[in-house]
Structure formats: C-alpha cells, structure tokens
C-alpha cells in the first residue's frame, strides 16, 4: 500500500471505512475459498489484504 493509499483511507468517514472493511473481509474470504480449492496463483495478495484490514482498523480505532 502506498502512502497516498493510506492518506485516502484517513480522509474517509467512518461508514465509508466501514464499508471499505466489510468489502475486503469479504474479499480474503473469497481467497481463502478459492486457496483451499487450489484456484490462487498469487498467494501475497492474501498477505495485501489482511494488512489491508489491519490498518483500516488502526484508523477507525484511532478516530474514536
């Protein structure tokens, strides 16, 4: 993720996070489906999108 990523993730509201979290939990969901039938080619993206999550959590949890 890159820095702008990051600022664009701070600059949201927080339904707007929210949201953003619920897409990409479902997002890895589906990968861990799709790793467990053999289907993943890219086995990092797993790896993106739970740091992904980490950090929009860091940021609702830092708003409050």
Do not use: H
Request: glycine share 4%; hydrophobic share 35%; aromatic share 6%.
């Amino acid at each position: 993720m890159k820095k702008t990523e990051f600022q664009q993730f701070k600059n949201k509201s927080l339904p707007e996070l929210q949201k953003d979290l619920a897409d990409y939990r479902e997002k890895l969901r589906g990968l861990k489906f799709d790793l467990a039938q053999g289907k993943v080619k890219n086995v990092k993206e797993i790896k993106k999108i739970k740091k992904t999550i980490a950090r929009i959590l860091t940021i609702i949890r830092t708003t409050n």
